[in-house]
């Protein structure tokens, strides 16, 4: 009797602990930033026309994790089949300070338009400021008329990059190409 009633308060104890454990990794993290932080901070960049981005920023925070920074700017691209984009801004870090950053990057697809946008850009797994100057590839698809919110997923060197786009302008398509990220301005996006 008491071995089984030793057994059963293990089994207890496990589950309590495996039930716990999400709240104390999410309490570990403190270089991260949780979907109602950023929720805030897109609101007050985006302004009157964030009615979309929580549940933009909750997808991506769904899929892939809480990000450990996040890039306030904004950028401008065209595209006739073949595309250019370029942004600046700036990225947040806890553990790192601020610091000013610059992106382009060529496209090439079924794209054609142009668009202006304010960028909040989701920062995952990145583990040092240096590490994030580079290129990050990704297929991206556009359509909207005046105004909307985009969400894209780019990679490289096991960092993922969310920007979340909200434009205008007149942009329909879908195009394979990458952003450069760079300390300092450049007109090359090669």
């Given amino acids: 009797m008491r071995s089984s009633l030793s ?17 104390v990794a999410r309490a570990a993290a403190p270089n991260s ?3 109602n932080e950023l929720i805030d901070t897109g609101h007050k960049f985006f302004g009157q ?3 979309g981005l929580a549940s933009v920023i909750e997808r991506a925070v769904s899929n892939y994790g809480q990000p450990n920074g ?4 904004q950028e401008g691209s065209g595209a006739i ?3 250019l984009r370029y942004g600046e801004g700036t990225l947040y870090t806890r553990n790192a300070g601020n610091h000013h950053v610059f992106w382009q990057g060529p496209s090439l697809g ?3 338009g142009g668009d202006g946008a304010r960028t909040m850009i989701l920062v995952y797994n990145m583990p040092s400021v240096s590490s994030l100057y580079t290129r990050f590839g990704g297929v991206a698809g556009s359509a909207y008329f005046v105004g909307g919110f985009g969400l ?5 060197n096991e960092i993922t990059l969310v920007p979340v786009r909200s434009g205008v302008g007149a942009r329909l398509g879908i195009n394979v190409g990458y952003l450069k990220f760079t300390p300092t301005a450049t007109w090359n996006p090669f």
Avoid: Q
């Fill in 33 to 35: 930033y949780s979907p």
């Fill in 7 to 23: 057994k059963f308060l293990a089994v207890i104890v496990v589950l309590v602990a495996a039930s716990l454990s999400p709240l």
């Fill in 81 to 83: 089949f073949g595309g």
């Fill in 70 to 73: 996040y890039i306030l700017g």
């Fill in 110 to 112: 079924l794209d054609l």
């Fill in 152 to 156: 894209t997923a780019l990679t490289a």
């Fill in 49 to 51: 026309v964030s009615n």
